[in-house]
């Protein structure tokens, strides 16, 4: 049985500093080539993230230097966070794409992260959002979020900020798939399937 196909989305403006680091760690991911890609819009950077991604990219600019295929979109206009996913989301979905992840574009990821994101979402065909687990990008021992809570007066915040990875609280979150009551949009998947119904 093949496996689902995953549409990754990262949204820039002014991120180029973040592009090797991240486009290395993408680079390394191990699930199968033909069942994922990668949306990357720039909103119209005033900085060297056109060129800097260009440079990552192979002479077609269609795949990463490690083969990984890439759909780059230079906006002429910065459409922002929301209106650059939902571009991305639309083609994605108009491609038959089963799953799109939003991926922040200051982050790297582990090579396993899909298969443990789509894993978590065929637990349960009810599930629409899977939040990965976020680690803080200068203290890679410590959470920056396990999933969002909504605060009594009505505000949302992180769950696990500043825990300890290894610590038993998480651990045990690892080994299940808890329910959230909001996910970030820093790394999350979403089904295709529930995309569509929303809107």
């Known amino acids: 049985m093949s496996a689902p196909r995953v549409a990754v989305i990262i949204v820039s403006y002014n991120h180029a500093r973040f592009f090797v680091d991240q486009f290395r760690t993408l680079d390394q991911v191990t699930y199968p080539r033909d069942a994922w890609k990668v949306w990357f819009i720039d909103n119209k950077s005033s900085d060297e993230t056109v060129p800097v991604v260009r440079?990552?990219?192979?002479?077609?600019?269609?795949?990463?230097?490690?083969?990984v295929a890439v759909k780059f979109i230079p906006s002429e206009t910065n459409t922002g966070f929301a209106g650059g996913n939902n571009i991305c989301m639309r083609e994605a979905m108009e491609e038959g794409f089963d799953?799109?992840?939003?991926?922040?574009?200051d982050t790297e990821v582990e090579p396993d992260f899909l298969?443990?994101?789509?894993a978590a979402a065929e637990t349960d065909p009810k599930i629409g959002a899977v939040q990965s687990l976020l680690v803080l990008g200068q203290e890679r021992e410590l959470v920056n979020s396990v999933g969002n809570?909504?605060?009594?007066?009505?505000f949302s915040y992180c769950v696990g900020y500043r825990d300890r990875v290894d610590s038993p609280g998480v651990t045990a979150l690892k080994e299940t798939v808890p329910d959230?009551?909001?996910a970030s949009g820093a790394g999350?998947?979403?089904?295709?399937e529930a995309?569509?119904?929303?809107?």
């Open 55 to 67: 440079g990552l990219l192979d002479e077609t600019e269609t795949r990463t230097k490690g083969g």
């Open 99 to 105: 799953f799109v992840y939003l991926l922040n574009p």
């Open 115 to 118: 298969e443990r994101a789509v």
């Open 149 to 154: 809570a909504f605060h009594f007066l009505g």
């Open 180 to 182: 959230i009551a909001s």
């Open 188 to 192: 999350v998947l979403f089904r295709s």
């Open 195 to 199: 995309l569509r119904k929303i809107g």
